[in-house]
């Protein structure tokens, strides 16, 4: 998806009355703090309730000849809420940000310009002139507003991205599982994302033109990085490798910024060829999203959560619930990014399939989030949940040939939300980031109008 750097413009507000050079300097600081996280910001001066407001005249228009994303209003010290209203009216359709500066303390003496009182007047009155902003403010004893502004604008920059995320499926509705459909349109309209198919025949047919030279390259890229615990026939590595640079070709070319496989009715049932090697080659190589089973919701899942984190956002499926945690692993593949320690492999086979390159790391432990989007009967949901990641039982799946593997996996410790997060379960994959990211995912839900689910 195409990166849109953001572009702020940036208002200062204070009172007439209120000596100049203490606006002017408590908005310039403001606005550095900005510049000094690497905002593109556009200057539209200080604006006071001057009588002839000239001032605000002049911000409206070195702002309209920029085109901004998102629209400062800094707020320094008391300002009557029409001079705020009337200059943001003209900017109505961008989104904003109130942010009430904070005083100081001058030989252990509070100073204040009454900043709070100009954004509790305006708080109230903007949200009921139905302006889209966010309110933040500055606190004596610690409280930074620029921290909840980068929040804000780490949302508002994923919903620009979304909208021309492209997520490329090879086959449709492995299985023919219900949960992994999607409806274009709604999906368009309330997320932006794009899903584009290619057939599995394409794959295989690129695959037989891939020059030896790369195929070789990536060959001996394999046998160093990863971890196998006993040789791979060759013949199973080359294959996975032409089938991993046959879908790159088509990544590169059309700009995809995740991807779902036909597994089990495509990969396996026509090919025998089980994809976990493709997969890991696609999100190690790549540093792009990757669901098996043609799991498109998942897939966009991890676009929303890979933009907000920046993480790959790796997918993991329920195999068993336990009073107080659930058992989550994954049959095939993991990404390096969640891996603790070497990234190992295994060849194996399941049931009647040839053999297949396994993935068997351990999985890194700790806080983490769980996110699945969902449809819903107007639009889409979120389903949250944060969990404590910790190293799982022995356990194995059975069919797995002898000695069967210990397949990546964590049980997610929920305590006493196990059952009402259970009831709630929205499909078999969910997609995790370490870390609590509830916040921030529940903003951008609240900025998209997506409902939110908590568990």
Known sequence: MTHHSLTLGFIGFGEVNTPRSIIEKKCNDARSLLISRDFNVI????????????????????LENNKIDVLILCVSGWIPSYVVVRLADQFKSTPMILWGLCGSYINNSLHTTA???????????????????????????????????????????????????????????????????????????????????????????????????????????????????????????????????????????????????LDVDGMKKLLNFPPSMIFMLLANELDICTTPENDSLGSVTQLITKGLTGQL???????????????????????????????????????????????????????????????????????????????????????????APQLPSLELVLGERTASFVKNVMAQHYIITYGDNTAILKEYCEFCGIEILES
């Open 43 to 62: 200057d539209g001066g200080i604006v006071t309730d001057d009588p002839e407001r000239i001032e605000a005249a002049n911000a409206v228009n070195k």
């Open 115 to 261: 900043e709070q009182a100009g954004t509790s007047a305006l708080r109230r009155p903007m949200e009921e002139l139905g302006f889209k902003f966010k309110y933040v403010y500055d606190t004596t004893d610690g409280i930074k507003g620029i921290d909840s502004i980068s929040s804000y604008l780490k949302v508002i920059q994923t919903q620009k991205d979304l909208l021309t995320s492209k997520v490329v499926m090879v086959g449709y509705r492995d299985m023919n599982l219900y949960g992994t459909m999607f409806d274009g349109v709604s999906l368009k309209k309330h997320i932006g994302t794009e899903i584009e198919f290619i057939e599995m025949l394409q794959m295989v047919q690129y695959s037989d033109n891939i020059p030896a030279d790369d195929v070789a390259k990536y060959l001996t890229k394999i046998k160093s990085d990863w971890n196998f615990t006993k040789p791979a026939d060759e013949h199973i590595l080359e294959k996975g490798v032409k089938y991993f640079l046959s879908l790159k070709k088509f990544i590169d070319k059309y700009g995809y910024n995740a991807i779902s496989i």
């Open 313 to 403: 956002s790796a997918y993991l499926e329920f195999y068993e619930y336990f009073r107080d945690r659930v058992l989550m692993g994954v049959p095939d593949y993991i990404p390096l990014e969640i891996v603790d320690g070497p990234y190992t492999v295994t060849p194996s086979n399941f049931g009647l399939l040839d053999e297949c390159i396994l993935n068997v790391s351990k999985l890194r432990t700790g806080t983490v989030t769980l996110s699945r989007l969902f449809k819903t009967k107007d639009g889409y949901g979120m389903h949250l949940a944060l969990a404590e990641a910790v190293s799982p039982r022995n356990w194995q799946e059975i069919g797995w040939s002898d000695p």
